[in-house]
């Protein structure tokens, strides 16, 4: 087989290989192996009357566990898919969500303690999501940057342009 028909055939062949590299992670991911040990999850609340208070607009905001905690300098670039909660930052007239933080975990910013800033990305999105629609996980899919950004409500260490957003739904058992 001549050269050139035989690159051209390895070029073919491996495009959908390229095409397909969103590398999907895992919140963990995100924590430098050698990073010290970080409290992710939220305390638990027992009482559930409490739920309510932790969770009302006019609660005084929390403190954030770690807001300069050790990111993953080796992600800056990659393509990647990863599943969380959206807090949101900015929402469209229309009731759309085009600015918002993604977290691991449900009620992280709004009142319970946000978590490490290792484990929020900053995601803007040109078509964004519908407000009303907040309860339920996401995933999220685009170039990750590995960099500082600020919001009133967290420090976060990765930015995102998400290029697709869709429900996250748990594979079927």
Request: net charge negative.
């Amino acid at each position: 087989m001549p050269r050139p028909l035989l690159a051209a055939l390895l070029f073919a062949l491996a495009t959908p290989l390229w095409a397909d590299g969103v590398r999907e992670l895992t919140w963990s991911e995100l924590v430098p192996a050698d990073a010290p040990p970080q409290n992710v999850e939220p305390a638990p609340i027992h009482d559930l009357s409490q739920l309510a208070d932790a969770l009302a607009e006019s609660g005084p905001a929390a403190m954030q566990q770690s807001p300069a905690a050790p990111v993953v300098t080796a992600l800056d670039g990659q393509a990647i898919k990863l599943p969380g909660y959206i807090v949101p930052l900015d929402v469209t007239d229309e009731g759309r969500v085009t600015e918002f933080l993604l977290v691991p975990y449900f009620g992280a910013c709004i009142h319970v303690p946000p978590p490490p800033s290792n484990q929020i990305v900053h995601v803007t999105s040109e078509l964004g999501v519908l407000l009303d629609a907040l309860y339920q996980p996401f995933w999220i899919e685009g170039p990750l940057k590995v960099e500082q950004s600020s919001s009133e409500l967290a420090e976060a260490g990765y930015q995102m342009q998400a290029e697709k957003i869709y429900a996250y739904e748990l594979p079927d058992s």
